[in-house]
T-cell receptor
Framework: QKEVEQNSGPLSVPEGAIASLNCTYS??????FFWYRQYSGKSPELIMF????GDKEDGRFTAQLNKASQYVSLLIRDSQPSDSATYLC??????????????FGKGTRLHILP | GAGVSQSPSNKVTEKGKDVELRCDPI?????LYWYRQSLGQGLEFLIY????????KSGLPSDRFSAERTGGSVSTLTIQRTQQEDSAVYLC?????????????FGDGTRLSIL
C-alpha cells in the first residue's frame, strides 16, 4: 500500500515567519511531487510541483525534494494570514506501476497568526 | 472552458433518491478523477478514467456508486438510493494523462446533502 504522510497540524506560525510543511512517501520510485493549497470550503489549487532533487523556488514558495530520504517539503517565506489553509502533498508513482494514480496526503492545516 | 467544470454546484435531495453529478474536464485532458471529501477530512479517491475506460474502480464505496465517461470528455457519477452518509463534497479533477508527470486540476466540486 503506497502512502503519503503529512502531519495534520494545525501548524501555527507568526505572520512574517517561515512556514515549513513536510511530507514523506513510501514509493521509492515516485517521479513527480505536487503541493496543493485548499482554503476552507474550496477545492484544492495547485501551487508547486517538483520533479528533481533539490530546491525549486516560486515567489515566496520553495519546494524541496530529497528522493533518497523520500521526503518533500514546502517552505513559505514571509507568511501572510492569507496563507492560512490546508496544504496537500501529492505524489505521482513510477510511470511503470500498474497502480498509477496520484496519491494525496491528508493535508496539514496551517494557521498564520497575525 | 478554461478549467474543470462541475455541476450542479449544490444538490440537496431526500434519502433514497438517485443523484447524478457531472464533470467536464479541461479540453485535451484524457485522465479524469473523482474524489469525495467529507467535512474536515482528506480526499477519498473514488475512480479514475483514462479516456473512456476506468482501470481502477477500487475506491467506489458500494455498488450504489457508478461512473461513466463518454467521448473521452464529460463524466457522470451516479449515486443510487442515496444514504445520509453519502453527504460530502464530490470533486472532479483532470490531467493530461495518467502515467504522466502532469498535475491534476480540480473543479469547484458538488456539495451533496442528503436529508
Amino acid at each position: 500500500q503506497k502512502e503519503v504522510e503529512q502531519n495534520s497540524g494545525p501548524l501555527s506560525v507568526p505572520e512574517g515567519a517561515i512556514a515549513s510543511l513536510n511530507c514523506t512517501y513510501s514509493d521509492r520510485g515516485s517521479q513527480s511531487f505536487f503541493w496543493y493549497r485548499q482554503y476552507s470550503g474550496k477545492s484544492p489549487e495547485l501551487i508547486m510541483f517538483i520533479y528533481s532533487n533539490g530546491d525549486k523556488e516560486d515567489g515566496r514558495f520553495t519546494a524541496q525534494l530529497n528522493k533518497a530520504s523520500q521526503y518533500v517539503s514546502l517552505l513559505i517565506r514571509d507568511s501572510q494570514p492569507s496563507d492560512s489553509a490546508t496544504y496537500l502533498c501529492a505524489v505521482n508513482p513510477h510511470p511503470m506501476n500498474r497502480d498509477d494514480k496520484i496519491i494525496f496526503g491528508k493535508g496539514t492545516r496551517l494557521h498564520i497568526l497575525p | 472552458g478554461a478549467g474543470v467544470s462541475q455541476s450542479p454546484s449544490n444538490k440537496v435531495t431526500e434519502k433514497g433518491k438517485d443523484v447524478e453529478l457531472r464533470c467536464d474536464p479541461i479540453s485535451g485532458h484524457t485522465a479524469l478523477y473523482w474524489y469525495r471529501q467529507s467535512l474536515g477530512q482528506g480526499l477519498e479517491f473514488l475512480i479514475y478514467f483514462q479516456g473512456n475506460s476506468a482501470p481502477d474502480k477500487s475506491g467506489l464505496p458500494s455498488d450504489r456508486f457508478s461512473a461513466e465517461r463518454t467521448g473521452g470528455s464529460v463524466s457522470t457519477l451516479t449515486i443510487q438510493r442515496t444514504q445520509q452518509e453519502d453527504s460530502a463534497v464530490y470533486l472532479c479533477a483532470s490531467s493530461l494523462a495518467v502515467r504522466s508527470n502532469q498535475p491534476q486540476h480540480f473543479g469547484d466540486g458538488t456539495r451533496l446533502s442528503i436529508l
